[in-house]
């Protein structure tokens, strides 16, 4: 029997599942790349304008994406080829990545958040059309094991890209991370070419409409969905629940580069909390699964106490005394953040017709990255106007403790009633 909690059953998945692999792989080198982007445009901007709002706006502008564009992209993802879409979104993403490049004045900040949102609008189409295509590609039995995969990837990426960026970026300049970041893009490409993906269901004898080309009716058809599945609509919002506090985000490059001061060039001291944020995002659903087990009412009950535990975590951490104590408690914070966001993925994928994944993924999204782009906002006003960035943190962690609150009576409900 496969199990997360066991290396071999890895092992199979890679040996038994080759397109997963393939796809897995692809994902791997553009992660890999898009956390030397992250830390080298934190540079950027500290020597352009040496302000925290500035990193809150690149940040909103990462987010603003799947709040708007985020509906459309389900219906893109559900209606026409998944491959398609990863390929023309990473080709497009090599372009738009290297024209940070030709930024060196501070009159020229605007152009960093312009970048940010055109990036992140192609990833918003790329994102839902890949975690879609997992189930297309592996056995239900397989569904837990691709997610665990998935979600340690992307925090051992972070981990290992956000560290490597910030040697980069502090010993050869952001520009170099910047041409990194590109190329793997590129890579990526090449490598979702060769996947074979099985053709979506197509709609019977029906002469599309204009709704139909806009993809109204398809969006309309999903939200009526999500309104008939209670269990659906509460796990669409886990992730929203965390962005509430999504505002930690810009505190790991104000407490990097500010609170504790890098010496030894710029991004360093970032590009170790961001790593820290990825091991422990990388541990925490692994420990979770070993701890709690793999039923839908054991993972759903360790997304109620992950809450929790990162509260406890940055509270100690807006009181860290060195950078180490610092990037020990990011890591102990995000391996609860990392339960919730792989454990509500693996529960989507298994309660969630495939003609309604596209769709539920990218409202999933959209409504997170609306919460994360308000707390960010807010978090960066707060340190424009003199809040103690020791306090703007330790406010965001008490705020982790009310979704942990309502998710814990939300099952309590559920249960009472059978669900």
Not at 27 to 54: D, E, K, P, R
Not at 159 to 165: D, N, P, Q, T, V
Not at 339 to 345: C, E, G, I
Request: hydrophobic share 55%; glycine share 10%; with cysteine.
């Amino acid at each position: 029997m496969l199990s997360v909690s066991n290396w071999r059953s890895y092992v199979i998945l890679f040996r038994t599942n080759p397109r997963f692999t393939r796809l897995w792989l692809a994902g791997v080198i553009s992660q890999f790349g898009n956390w030397f982007n992250y830390i080298a445009v934190f540079v950027l901007l500290q020597q352009l304008t040496g302000s925290g709002m500035a990193v809150s706006w690149f940040l909103i502008a990462k987010f603003i994406p799947s709040t708007l564009l985020g509906p459309a992209a389900g219906v893109l993802a559900d209606r026409f080829s998944r491959k398609a879409i990863m390929i023309g979104a990473d080709l497009l993403r090599v372009g738009v990545v290297l024209c940070f490049l030709f930024i060196n004045r501070p009159e020229q900040v605007w152009l960093v958040y312009t970048l940010a949102l055109l990036q992140e609008s192609l990833w918003t189409f790329a994102d839902p059309a890949r975690r879609a295509s997992i189930p297309n590609l592996c056995r239900p039995e397989e569904l837990n094991l691709a997610n665990a995969l998935g979600g340690a990837t992307w925090s051992v990426m972070l981990a290992f890209g956000a560290a490597l960026g910030g040697f980069t970026t502090a010993h050869f300049g952001w520009r170099t991370a910047i041409v990194l970041d590109a190329a793997t893009f590129l890579i990526s490409a090449l490598m979702i070419t060769g996947l074979a993906l099985p053709p979506l269901q197509r709609r019977l004898n029906q002469k599309p409409s204009l709704a139909d080309y806009l993809g109204f009716n398809d969006l309309r058809e999903g939200l009526h969905y999500v309104v008939r599945h209670r269990q659906v609509a509460a796990l669409l919002l886990v992730k929203s629940g965390w962005a509430l506090s999504g505002g930690v985000l810009v505190m790991l490059t104000v407490f990097g580069e500010q609170v504790f001061a890098a010496k030894h060039g710029q991004g360093g001291n970032s590009g170790i909390l961001y790593s820290c944020r990825g091991i422990g995002a990388a541990l925490g659903p692994l420990v979770a699964w070993r701890l709690f087990g793999e039923s839908r009412q054991e993972m759903s009950r360790a997304i109620g106490i992950s809450f929790f535990a990162a509260s406890v975590a940055y509270i100690f951490f807006s009181q860290a005394p060195t950078l180490g104590w610092a990037a020990f408690f990011v890591f102990c914070g995000h391996l609860g953040g990392a339960v919730q966001w792989v454990f509500s993925t693996t529960l989507l994928q298994k309660m969630v017709e495939d003609r309604f994944l596209g769709r539920v993924f990218a409202a999933e999204m959209a409504f997170l990255t609306l919460v994360l782009s308000l707390s960010t906002y807010f978090t960066g006003a707060a340190l424009e106007h003199g809040t103690d960035p020791r306090v703007v943190v330790l406010r965001l962690a008490l705020l982790f403790m009310l979704p942990g609150l309502v998710w814990t009576m939300y099952r309590r409900t559920a249960s009472a009633k059978g669900l």
